[in-house]
C-alpha cells in the first residue's frame, strides 16, 4: 500500500511536468490551430536560462527562496521573449500560407534552436547541484517510508496554481475573450476590432513563459540541462496534448498526469524498459474509442 | 605603383608558398572517433585529448618521417551515426581509427573498417564482441567485460556478502553484457533471489525504478550502463532516501559523474583500469596534459597509449600498410604510458587488469 502511494506520488510529478510542457502546446493549437514543435525546444531554453541564472546568482550568496524567485522571473523573461521572436520569424510570414508550411517551419526552427544550444552552452548535459533537498515523510508502514520531498510539493503546487491562473486568464479577461474569438474565427474577430497579430504574439508569449516555469521545475528536480532534453520531454507533452484533447487546458494536465501515471505504475508493477509501449498503447487505445482526446470538443463541421 | 606591384607579388608568393605545402611531405591521417556530443561526450573528449596530445608528440619529434594530421569524428554513442562515420573516414583513407568508445558503435564500426582495410583500435570498448569475430585489424587497449564482470561480481560477493543484490542494464550492447557477466557469476557463486532488470537509456526519471528498488529492498544494485544514467538513479535514490550502494562499469572514470549525481554520489563504486598517470612513463604526458589544462583521467592516457602503439609498430614495419602494421602490433610489447602493452592474437591486451574504485569527496580512489 505504501508502495503505491510512493509510485502515486513518483507518477504525478512527472504528470504535472509533462502537464506543464503541454499547456504551451495546447494553447497554441487553440488559437491558431497549428502544432508548434519548436515548444519543446523553448522549454529547453527556459531550463538553460534558468541554469544559467542560478549558477551566477549562487556566486551572490543570495537565500534560496530570493534566488528561485529571481531565477523564475528572468527564466520567464527572456524564454518569453523567445516565444515572440520566434512567432515573429518563423510562423507569421507563413501565416495564410497552406497548413503544412508552419508546421515545416517549426520543425526547422526546433533544430536551429538545439543547435544554437549546442554550440553556445557544448554539448555535454549541465549539471545543477541539489538546491531544494529534503522533504517530509508521509507514511510510514512495514519498513516503508513514502517519501514527498520538497520539490514535488514545489511542482505540484506550480502547476494547479498555473493551470488556476491560465484557466482564470482564458475564461474571464478580455485577452481570454480575444483568445476566444480569433480561436473560433480570426477573420470575423479581426472585423469586430480584436487585433489578432498582437493576441496570437501574446499567446506565444504565455506559451514560452509556462514553458520556462517547466524548464525551471524540470531542472531542480533532475538537476540536469542538455540541449537536446526538449525533444523527448516535446513528444511526451504533445501526446499529453493530443490525449487529453489538444486546444483544452485542463485536458492538456490530465492528459499529461494519465501519461505519468501509466509510465510510473507500469514500470512499479511490470517492466520498467517497456513504459513507453503501454503509455503509448493506452494513447492508440483511448484515440479509437475518443478521436477528440478526453476533454476534447468535436468541432461540428459548418457546411 | 611601386607599392601596387609589390603588394602583388607578395601575393604572388604567399600563394605559391600555400600550394607548395602539402606537397612537401605525404601527410599520414589518423582519426579519433567516440561521442563527442550526447551524454556521453565526457568519455570523447577524455579521448580526443589523449590522440590530440599523442599525434603532437608525433609531430614535435618527426618519429613517422612524415607530418600525422588528426581527424576527429562524432558518433554520438549510436550505431547508425557510427557506422556513417566509419564509411567517411574508410573513404579519406584515414591510417588508423581510435576509437570508438560505446561497444555499440564500435562493433558495426569494425566491420566497416575491417572491408576497407582501416586499423582499427579502441581504448574503451570493452564488450568481448569486438575481438571475437575473426577480424584482423581490430586492437584494443582496455580490458574485456568478462574480466571487468567477475571483478565487480568477487568485489560484491566478498565485501557485500549474504546482502540483497540486484543488477539492471541499460539495453546497450556494453551494459547488457557486463551486467549478464555479473548476473551469471554471481549465480554461479550461489547467490539466490538475485534481481535483475533493465531501464530505458536517455529518460530524465528514474523515481519509479528507484522506488521499486527500495521496496524489494534492495543493498547492492550492479549497473551496467553510462555515467548521465548511473548519475541520475543514484541521484534520485538518495532523494527517495533509498539506502543502495550502487555499483557500475568503466564509464564512471569521469568527473563528470560526480558533478551530474552532485553528494549523492558518495560511495558509488565502480570498476576500471589501473590509473596510470601515477606510472614513470606517463610523468612527462601527464605534465604535457596538465600544462594544457587537461586532467589525465580515464581514457586520456589509454587513448594516447593507442598511438603510440600504432607509431610503434608503423617504425618496426617499415610501412602504414594495415596489414603490416597489424602484424607488427601482435609481434612485440611496447612500453607504452600506461606500462608494457602485448596484444593476444585476437587483438586483445593480454594485461589488462581492472580494480574497484570508489567515489568518495569529488574523487575516485582505489577500494583495497
Known amino acids: 500500500m505504501t508502495y503505491l502511494v510512493q509510485q502515486l506520488v513518483n507518477g504525478v510529478t512527472l504528470g504535472l511536468i509533462y502537464g506543464l510542457i503541454a499547456l504551451g502546446y495546447t494553447m497554441v493549437y487553440g488559437i491558431i490551430g497549428m502544432i508548434n514543435f519548436a515548444h519543446g525546444d523553448v522549454f529547453m531554453i527556459g531550463a538553460f536560462v534558468a541554469l544559467i541564472f542560478l549558477a551566477s546568482l549562487s556566486t551572490f550568496g543570495l537565500s534560496l527562496p530570493i534566488a528561485l524567485a529571481l531565477a523564475m522571473t528572468f527564466a520567464v523573461a527572456i524564454t518569453s521573449l523567445y516565444g515572440w521572436a520566434i512567432e515573429r520569424v518563423a510562423y507569421r510570414p507563413l501565416r495564410g500560407s497552406f497548413r503544412l508550411a508552419p508546421l515545416i517551419s517549426a520543425i526547422g526552427m526546433s533544430i536551429a534552436l538545439q543547435n544554437f544550444v549546442q554550440i553556445s552552452q557544448g554539448a555535454q548535459?549541465?549539471?545543477?547541484?541539489?538546491?531544494?533537498?529534503?522533504?517530509?515523510?508521509?507514511?510510514?508502514?512495514?519498513?516503508?517510508?513514502?517519501?514527498l520531498s520538497w520539490i514535488k510539493i514545489a511542482i505540484i503546487v506550480v502547476t494547479l496554481a498555473v493551470l488556476a491562473g491560465f484557466t482564470w486568464l482564458v475564461t474571464r479577461t478580455s485577452l481570454g475573450r480575444a483568445m476566444r474569438a480569433c480561436e473560433q474565427d480570426p477573420k470575423m474577430a479581426s472585423l469586430l476590432g480584436v487585433d489578432t497579430d498582437r493576441t496570437i504574439s501574446l499567446t506565444f508569449i504565455l506559451g514560452a513563459g509556462l514553458a520556462a516555469v517547466a524548464g525551471l521545475m524540470f531542472l531542480l528536480?533532475?538537476?540536469?540541462?542538455?540541449?537536446?532534453?526538449?525533444?523527448?520531454?516535446?513528444?511526451?507533452?504533445?501526446?499529453?496534448?493530443?490525449?487529453?484533447?489538444?486546444?483544452?487546458?485542463?485536458?492538456?494536465?490530465?492528459?499529461?498526469?494519465?501519461?505519468?501515471?501509466?509510465?510510473?505504475?507500469?514500470?512499479?508493477?511490470?517492466?520498467?524498459?517497456?513504459?513507453?509501449?503501454a503509455a503509448f498503447s493506452i494513447l492508440v487505445l483511448l484515440l479509437i474509442i475518443k478521436p477528440s482526446g478526453l476533454l476534447g470538443r468535436t468541432d461540428a463541421e459548418k457546411v | 605603383m611601386r607599392i601596387l606591384r609589390s603588394v602583388f607579388g607578395a601575393g604572388v608568393a604567399l600563394l605559391t608558398c600555400a600550394l607548395m605545402t602539402p606537397t612537401r611531405a605525404a601527410d599520414i591521417k589518423i582519426a579519433v572517433a567516440g561521442p563527442m556530443t550526447g551524454s556521453t561526450a565526457a568519455i570523447g573528449a577524455q579521448m580526443k585529448a589523449g590522440v590530440t596530445a599523442a599525434v603532437d608528440a608525433l609531430n614535435a619529434a618527426g618519429t613517422l618521417g612524415a607530418k600525422v594530421e588528426l581527424v576527429v569524428a562524432d558518433d554520438v554513442c549510436d550505431p547508425k551515426q557510427a557506422v556513417a562515420v566509419a564509411n567517411r573516414l574508410a573513404a579519406d583513407a584515414v591510417s588508423l581509427v581510435v576509437g570508438h568508445y560505446c561497444s555499440s558503435s564500435s562493433i558495426p564500426a569494425s566491420n566497416v573498417y575491417a572491408e576497407a582495410g582501416v586499423l582499427q583500435i579502441t581504448p574503451g570498448s570493452t564488450n568481448p564482441q569486438l575481438t571475437e569475430r575473426g577480424l584482423k585489424n581490430v586492437f584494443r587497449v582496455c580490458g574485456r567485460d568478462d574480466q571487468q564482470g567477475i571483478i565487480a561480481a568477487d568485489h560484491i560477493l566478498e565485501h557485500h556478502k549474504g546482502k540483497t543484490i540486484a543488477v539492471l542494464d541499460d539495453r546497450s550492447t556494453a551494459g547488457k553484457g557486463i551486467a549478464d557477466v555479473v548476473?551469471?557469476?554471481?549465480?554461479?557463486?550461489?547467490?539466490?533471489?538475485?534481481?535483475?532488470?533493465?531501464?530505458?537509456?536517455?529518460?530524465?526519471?528514474?523515481?519509479?525504478?528507484?522506488?521499486?528498488?527500495?521496496?524489494?529492498?534492495?543493498?547492492?544494485?550492479?549497473?551496467?550502463?553510462?555515467?548521465?544514467?548511473?548519475?541520475?538513479?543514484?541521484?534520485?535514490?538518495?532523494?527517495?532516501?533509498?539506502?543502495?550502494?550502487?555499483?557500475?562499469?568503466?564509464?564512471?572514470?569521469?568527473?563528470?559523474?560526480?558533478?551530474?549525481?552532485?553528494?549523492?554520489?558518495?560511495?558509488?563504486?565502480?570498476?576500471?583500469?589501473?590509473?596510470?598517470?601515477?606510472?614513470?612513463?606517463?610523468?612527462?604526458?601527464?605534465?604535457?596534459?596538465?600544462?594544457?589544462?587537461?586532467t589525465p583521467d580515464g581514457f586520456t592516457l589509454y587513448a594516447y597509449a593507442a598511438v603510440q602503439m600504432w607509431a610503434n609498430a608503423v617504425k618496426r614495419a617499415g610501412s602504414f600498410e594495415t596489414a603490416k602494421v597489424a602484424a607488427a602490433l601482435r609481434a612485440a610489447p611496447v612500453d607504452t604510458v600506461i606500462g608494457s602493452l602485448q596484444f593476444d592474437a585476437k587483438g586483445d591486451n593480454t594485461a589488462p587488469g581492472f580494480l574497484v574504485y570508489r567515489w568518495h569527496n569529488k574523487v575516485a580512489e582505489p577500494v583495497p
Open chain 1, 125 to 147: 548535459p549541465k549539471a545543477l547541484p541539489t538546491m531544494l533537498a529534503g522533504g517530509i515523510t508521509l507514511l510510514s508502514h512495514d519498513g516503508f517510508d513514502v517519501e
Open chain 1, 221 to 277: 528536480y533532475y538537476g540536469v540541462a542538455d540541449f537536446f532534453m526538449g525533444f523527448i520531454a516535446g513528444i511526451k507533452a504533445f501526446t499529453a496534448a493530443v490525449l487529453g484533447g489538444i486546444g483544452s487546458l485542463p485536458g492538456a494536465v490530465l492528459g499529461g498526469l494519465l501519461i505519468g501515471l501509466i509510465e510510473t505504475l507500469w514500470s512499479a508493477y511490470f517492466s520498467v524498459a517497456y513504459k513507453d509501449v
Open chain 2, 183 to 294: 548476473a551469471a557469476r554471481l549465480s554461479a557463486r550461489g547467490v539466490k533471489d538475485l534481481q535483475r532488470g533493465s531501464y530505458v537509456a536517455g529518460e530524465r526519471d528514474y523515481t519509479a525504478l528507484v522506488s521499486r528498488l527500495k521496496r524489494d529492498g534492495s543493498q547492492i544494485v550492479y549497473i551496467g550502463g553510462y555515467y548521465t544514467e548511473v548519475a541520475l538513479i543514484v541521484r534520485q535514490a538518495a532523494e527517495a532516501n533509498a539506502k543502495f550502494t550502487v555499483m557500475s562499469n568503466d564509464p564512471l572514470m569521469t568527473k563528470e559523474f560526480w558533478n551530474l549525481a552532485s553528494d549523492a554520489a558518495q560511495g558509488t563504486l565502480f570498476t576500471f583500469m589501473p590509473d596510470p598517470t601515477k606510472n614513470a612513463a606517463a610523468a612527462d604526458v601527464v605534465a604535457q596534459l596538465t600544462a594544457r589544462n587537461v
